[in-house]
């Protein structure tokens, strides 16, 4: 996990620095249309950020479901779906 933590952490750097190019750009007088390559380019690191979260938080679930009683069980996954599904709406 520490991997994968490391990894979101290293990509929403990324973004950050995206987005002060974004701002620069704005403040500049940049084209709208190569602004709006980058927008869409910030938009596909944060939904890879995304992936990479729901993918890391499905295995810490099912570690906790496989320890957890079964009442536990159910709500880990409640849980995990309530989350997934808040990201599906958003991406």
Do not use: H
Request: aromatic letters at 6%.
């Amino acid at each position: 996990m520490e991997k994968e933590k490391k990894d979101v952490f290293l990509r929403l750097r990324r973004i950050e620095g995206q987005i002060r190019g974004l701002q620069r750009m704005v403040a500049e007088g940049s084209s709208c249309a190569d602004i709006l390559t980058q927008v869409a380019a910030v938009t596909a690191a944060i939904k890879k950020v995304g992936t990479v979260v729901v993918k890391t938080y499905m295995e810490e679930c099912l570690n906790k479901s496989q320890k957890a009683p079964g009442v536990k069980r159910g709500e880990t996954f409640k849980d995990f779906q309530k989350a997934v599904s808040r990201y599906i709406d958003w991406a």
